[in-house]
């Protein structure tokens, strides 16, 4: 059973950066993609951006490329998100997701976090 944790939400100003953390145990963690999804209220989760199992392939959203890096490092277990030159339309809760494969599609979930909040203030 693989457990995720996020951590690193806030609020932050318009203009600002942030970076997200996701760490996972249980399972090996270099056995599977990762991604990161969002969910304002009222909106559907929406895909941020996925990295396959060794980091060598990457995706973003259209809505965060660009600004956004995804990263993730095995000997920790840990996927990142940094996020630059933030927007208040990027206030979400952040979710790490793990992908059922190795690579970045498809862009389904196997296992959810439970979900950071990010808030940025205009």
């Known amino acids: 059973q693989v457990t995720l944790v996020e951590s690193g939400g806030g609020v932050v100003q318009a203009g600002g950066s942030l970076r997200l953390s996701c760490a996972a145990s249980?399972?090996?963690?270099?056995?599977?993609?990762m991604g990161w999804f969002r969910q304002a209220p009222g909106k559907d989760r929406e895909f941020v951006a996925v990295i396959n199992w060794n980091g060598g392939t990457t995706d973003y959203g259209d809505a965060v490329k660009g600004r956004f890096t995804i990263s993730r490092d095995n000997t920790k277990n840990t996927v990142y998100l940094q996020m630059n030159s933030l927007k208040p339309e990027d206030t979400a809760v952040y979710y790490c997701?793990?992908?059922?494969?190795?690579?970045?599609?498809?862009?389904?979930?196997?296992?959810w976090g439970q979900g950071t909040q990010l808030t940025v203030s205009s």
């Open positions: 997701a793990r992908l059922p494969g190795l690579q970045i599609t498809p862009r389904v979930a196997s296992n």
């Open positions: 249980g399972g090996t963690f270099s056995d599977y993609a």
